[in-house]
């Protein structure tokens, strides 16, 4: 068994948990309507969240887009200016150096493959022309039918292409990413970054990482050749969906082989990278919603006892739902604003609350699990029992999934009960 090589410089990243919250969401910023409140300084809202995320044993923040955009953060129109429905840059340094204080990393969304129609370079590239002095930095149908046509992202005509063999693209995204570094930031999860050519990151990622070795990068990457990705780009990590899907889908249809599959699968990544593991994010169904909320404590024994990098959405840790659906606006329910104050573990009704802090507990405990391989005991369709070993061999943990009534799950060092739920 072997583990991926991870530099000296970032290796802080094995210990790290990520708590993933969507910002213009979290903080009740209007995403599709006009903001009628003059000084926002919403962006501060996070910051008594932060000790939310030590309670609960984190000791990281994933912010989803914070830079300017027309509506759901993934539409940028400056990336050099925070939104102003979160409010201004000194919001921005004043929840950095919160978690800084905390001892709480901070990863920022990259918007890097489109930007927003209403980004000033689109109107710039379409007003100059083809011969233009920027014609080349946004992929465009210059001979399309009824005038020039950018490309899109998906179909969205309101998210447009930036042309990736641009030089001056690459330029453009190391001085965002080097900016924001600058100012204090830990490093970058790469949105859409599975419709970008690794060869592009290639180019990008050894300049930012001349001034920010230590800078940790995890791309969005939700099928293909994971370990090749990671080879030809030079990112740090990818986030892994195959394992995200077959942990609900085995739990919510009762079928655990498709999970045993996904964890071999795992287990060959980890000998190339830690990928960024995760059963909920912005994205997605809530998992209390897709399996219930007794199995959804099931799916974050998984999370915390094989190998990764986990994050935790924010509200899974309080068994919140949300059902995501695909239409215009169907991510809302999923990114929902955050109550004025956090959870009190010591109220009534805090079940999830507590599972997710002895979980992480567990996690803290034992480290190795970072990069820990699993072997099936036990593989029924309702039954799963697997050894998470670490990866010298001399560390083992036993976990017993179990569907085949009320959900449970046991998690034991030898002889002795670590977690048990159910």
Known sequence: ????????????????????VYPLGAVGAPVREPDHDPEPHRLR??????????????????????FASSTHGYDTTDYFRVDPRLGTEQDLDALLAAAR?????????????????????????L?????????????VDWDAPGGPRTADFEGHRALVK???????????????????????????????????????WARVLPHVRERHPGAWVVGEVIHGDYAAIVRESGMDSITQYPLWKATWSSLRDRNFYELDWALQRHAELLDVFLPQTFVGNHDVTRIATQVGGEAAVLA????????????????DEVGATGLKEDREGGDDVVRPALPDTPPDPAAPGQEVLHAHQALIALRRRHPWLVTARTTADELTNER??????????????????????????????GDRVLYAWG
């Open 1 to 20: 068994m072997t583990s991926p090589v991870v530099p000296s410089a970032r290796a802080w990243v094995e210990h790290a948990i990520w708590w993933h």
């Open 45 to 66: 809202r996070l910051i008594p969240w932060l000790d939310h995320v030590v309670a609960l044993g984190a000791n990281g923040v994933l912010l989803g887009p914070v």
């Open 101 to 125: 204080d905390r001892g709480v990393r901070v990863l920022m969304d990259g918007v890097f493959h489109h930007v927003g129609a209403e980004h000033p370079l689109v109107a710039q590239v």
């Open 127 to 139: 007003a100059e022309g083809r011969d233009g002095p920027r014609a080349s930095w946004v992929a």
């Open 162 to 200: 930036l042309n990736h063999d641009e030089p001056a693209v690459a330029d453009l995204v190391v001085d965002v990413m080097t900016h924001w570094l600058d100012r204090g930031i830990d490093g970058w999860r790469l949105d859409a970054a599975y419709a970008v050519p690794p060869a592009f």
């Open 300 to 315: 974050l024994v998984v999370l915390m006892t094989v190998g990764g990098v986990p994050s935790v959405y924010y509200g």
């Open 384 to 413: 799963y029992r697997y050894t998470a070993t670490s990866a010298d061999g001399t560390q083992r943990l036993q976990v017993e999934l179990d569907v085949t009534g009320a959900p449970r799950a046991v998690v034991r060092d």
